[in-house]
C-alpha cells in the first residue's frame, strides 16, 4: 500500500482567475515520470472554482473523466449538446473517445469543489459518450468498462467499517473526514494505492467519505 497525502499533491490551475487545482499524478507543467499512472487512473484532480470562474472549452480524447462534486453545482456543456449541472452526490462520466470538448463552470454565487478523475480506456478510439447518474446510492458500484473499473462511492458514520474491494490495483481516495486503513490514517485529499487487495477493511475515524476505484489491469 503506498500512502499519497493532499499535501504532496502538485498545485496547478490560476488562482488570480479563481481556479485552485491540486494533482495527484504528473500533471501539464508537473511532469513526473515515476507518478504518470496507477492502474488504469492517470489523474485525481481536486477542483476548486470561485463563484464565476472555470474552465472555457477544451478538447480531451482517448480519456475516461468521472467526476464527483463536494461542493456547490458544476455546470457542463459538451460539444455534443449535452448541458447539465452536476450535484453533490452525481457521478458523471465523459468517455472522451476519439474527441470531444467541454466547457465546466462554477455559474453558482457559492463556491465549488470537485474531484475528477482520468482512466486510460483499454481499447483508443471508438464514439464519444456523456452519462449523468443522480444521487448515486451508497455502496452502489459504478462500472466503466472501457478502463477496466468499477467506482465504488462508501458514506461512513464514525466508528462504521467498510471492506476494501479485493483486486490487482485499488484506489482509495478520501473526500471528506478520516479514516483508517491497514493501520494508516487517511484524512481529506489522502489516497492510498494498493495492489492485490484482500481482506483489507476501512474503518472511519469521523463521518467519512471514499470514492474507490477497483480496477482489473490486463496481463
Not at 62 to 84: A, N, P, Q, Y
Request: aromatic content about 6%.
Amino acid at each position: 500500500m503506498d500512502v499519497r497525502r493532499a499535501a504532496e499533491r502538485y498545485p496547478g490551475g490560476d488562482p488570480a482567475a479563481g481556479i485552485e487545482s491540486w494533482h495527484a499524478f504528473s500533471f501539464g507543467p508537473h511532469y513526473d515520470p515515476d507518478n504518470l499512472r496507477f492502474g488504469a487512473v492517470i489523474a485525481c484532480n481536486e477542483e476548486r472554482l470561485a463563484p464565476g470562474a472555470g474552465f472555457d472549452e477544451h478538447p480531451h480524447s482517448h480519456t475516461e473523466i468521472v467526476t464527483w462534486v463536494v461542493e456547490g453545482e458544476l455546470t457542463h456543456r459538451d460539444s455534443f449538446g449535452h448541458e447539465t449541472t452536476v450535484r453533490p452526490g452525481d457521478v458523471q462520466r465523459l468517455s472522451s473517445a476519439a474527441g470531444v470538448r467541454h466547457v465546466e463552470r462554477n455559474d453558482g454565487d457559492v463556491p465549488l469543489t470537485f474531484v475528477q478523475m482520468w482512466l486510460a480506456p483499454r481499447d483508443p478510439g471508438g464514439d464519444p459518450a456523456y452519462e449523468i447518474v443522480h444521487g448515486i446510492a451508497d455502496s452502489t458500484p459504478y462500472a466503466v468498462p472501457e478502463a477496466g473499473a468499477m467506482l465504488h462511492v462508501r458514506r461512513l458514520t464514525a466508528g462504521e467499517r467498510t471492506a476494501v474491494p479485493d483486486g490487482s490495483h485499488v484506489y482509495v481516495h478520501v473526500v471528506r473526514g478520516e479514516v483508517r486503513l491497514e493501520g494508516e490514517r487517511l484524512g481529506p485529499g489522502d489516497a492510498a494505492r494498493i495492489t492485490d487487495a484482500k481482506d483489507m477493511e476501512a474503518l472511519a475515524a469521523t463521518t467519512a467519505e471514499l470514492l474507490i476505484w477497483e480496477m482489473t489491469v490486463p496481463s
